[in-house]
């Protein structure tokens, strides 16, 4: 990410997200208490992991229970989320835009996509998943009108260079992007490229390496 | 993830993965050299970082000109790629599984997405972007005769949980995750769970990170 952070490192910010995320399930469930052995094994980590990661960001009541499981829920919301809802913005609705958009209609209260562009006339003007659909042309108008500090960049990889301009002049704070071109923005606006590809290839190269371990 | 690692780190890889995807974008273009600050500024790294990645897989023919972008190329494809293309399935051709596969289709070379699943009886038994799409049903037998070493978990997260055994079953050797679901499998299966919504949570925690320290 291209700014400067504070001290807690970005992988534990991953695994609280990921913690919480299991920790509302449990919640769901009824289940009050849950040890740091038992949330690391879901999540294919060590207990030691886990506790430092609570250590880090101040939180300790382990008891002979295991934490509880709705304190340390509200512990984690102070330290991710924001005090207002935090509006989202998807550029670019074809398959995985409306993917992404669908996934997270009604599932976050502090993240809210509540906007959507494209360029095709068969979906501007309309709402896809409860979410409008404007002109990529009014960006900075709806950006401002409706407060959204992030956009998710989902558009063909060819058209996302052109996006870092109009995205810096309607003071978007945040940028998740998903195409294959890595896209630089200004000091103070955070960008996370996080493309697809990338990923797998970086399965298929352990996958790779596993299997020539085993035959040697 | 879940398998003991070589020398090469994992962030390492990743980035040979993006350098490799820009090398290819030069040398469509007749870009025949490359300076390893001009690599780095594309992806938003120092040029430290870049010659140090390549250090460390034994490239080391910087000239006056930069680096040979061909030559590079054939350096990342020997440290990433198979001798052979691998095969990758994707279960749950919803719109994410459907955006997946629409972006790989002839893009990669040693890699390819050979088959889908599916258990909606409108998508089983058809072809989607060129592949065919099976009822889970059928998942050992098709990957076997299909010979799949990985496959693209895009199922609705509540059915995740249901596909670990078939996928350890039928010999699956590395496994993507993009569902909420985190999953669990045996040593000497690679797994990377890649869950959307933690990345966003990261990019929010850190936008929130920004304004306060500007408003301190």
């Known amino acids: 990410m291209a700014t400067v952070r504070n001290t807690i490192p970005e992988k534990t910010i991953e695994r609280l997200s990921e913690y919480r995320r299991t920790l509302l399930l449990c919640h769901k469930q009824g289940i009050t208490h849950i040890f740091s052995h038992i949330l690391?094994?879901?999540?294919?980590?060590?207990?030691?992991q886990v506790r430092r990661d609570?250590?880090?960001?101040?939180?300790s009541s382990d008891t002979k229970k295991g934490y509880d499981v709705k304190v340390l829920i509200d512990f984690i919301n102070n330290i991710l989320d924001?005090?207002?809802?935090?509006?989202?913005?998807?550029?670019?609705?074809?398959?995985?835009?409306?993917?992404?958009?669908?996934y997270f209609n009604g599932k976050r209260l502090k993240l809210r996509i509540t906007a959507a562009f494209d360029v095709d006339?068969?979906?501007?003007?309309h709402t896809i998943d409860d979410i409008p659909c404007y002109h990529m042309d009014d960006f900075e108008e709806v950006?401002?009108?409706?407060d959204i500090s992030i956009v998710i960049v989902s558009?063909?990889?060819k058209v996302a260079a052109r996006l870092v301009l109009p995205i810096i002049n309607a003071g978007i704070k945040g940028v998740l992007n998903f195409t294959?071109?890595?896209?630089?923005?200004p000091q103070g606006i955070v960008v996370?490229?996080?493309?697809?590809?990338?990923?797998?290839?970086?399965?298929?190269?352990?996958?790779?390496?596993?299997?020539?371990?085993t035959n040697n």
């Open 180 to 185: 294959s071109a890595p896209l630089n923005f």
């Open 82 to 102: 924001s005090e207002n809802t935090m509006n989202i913005a998807v550029i670019g609705m074809g398959h995985l835009g409306q993917a992404i958009t669908k």
């Open 40 to 48: 690391a094994g879901i999540h294919g980590i060590t207990a030691v």
């Open 143 to 146: 950006v401002s009108a409706n």
């Open 155 to 157: 558009s063909p990889t």
């Open 192 to 213: 996370e490229n996080y493309d697809i590809t990338t990923i797998l290839e970086k399965v298929a190269y352990f996958v790779k390496e596993n299997e020539e371990n």
């Open 54 to 59: 609570l250590m880090l960001i101040g939180f």
């Open 121 to 125: 006339p068969e979906k501007v003007g």
